[in-house]
Nanobody, 126 residues
Framework: QVQLVESGGGLVQPGGSLRLSCAASGFSLNALDIGWFRQAPGSEREGVSCISSGGGATNYRDSVKGRFTISRDSAKSTVFLQMNSLRPEDTAVYLC???????????????????WGQGTQVTVSS
């Protein structure tokens, strides 16, 4: 069973940056595809970015391309989401997910049965 713990959320002004962390335990990070999702109040959960196991290919939803970067540190068993040029519409609870049998789609959404973290709140406001 994979356990995931997110951290790094907070309040930031428009144009600012945050780095989210997703610490994984219970399974080797290199064998997992990892994804970040977000969910704003009254909205559906949407895939933001994901990174594949093995070669570590990355994908992003169109609205965050050029602003967000996903990466992993296998030694620390942690996946990061660096978020720059934040906008008010990025405000949401951000959750990470991990799948052993699913995959990271080209739209930035992790597909398949996954384990989930509890989420971390990101608020972009002046």
């Amino acid at each position: 069973q994979v356990q995931l713990v997110e951290s790094g959320g907070g309040l930031v002004q428009p144009g600012g940056s945050l780095r989210l962390s997703c610490a994984a335990s219970g399974f080797s990070l290199n064998a997992l595809d990892i994804g970040w999702f977000r969910q704003a109040p009254g909205s559906e959960r949407e895939g933001v970015s994901c990174i594949s196991s093995g070669g570590g290919a990355t994908n992003y939803r169109d609205s965050v391309k050029g602003r967000f970067t996903i990466s992993r540190d296998s030694a620390k068993s942690t996946v990061f989401l660096q978020m720059n040029s934040l906008r008010p519409e990025d405000t949401a609870v951000y959750l990470c997910a991990a799948t052993r049998r699913g995959y990271c789609s080209t739209s930035g959404r992790l597909v398949g049965d996954a384990s989930w973290g509890q989420g971390t709140q990101v608020t972009v406001s002046s």
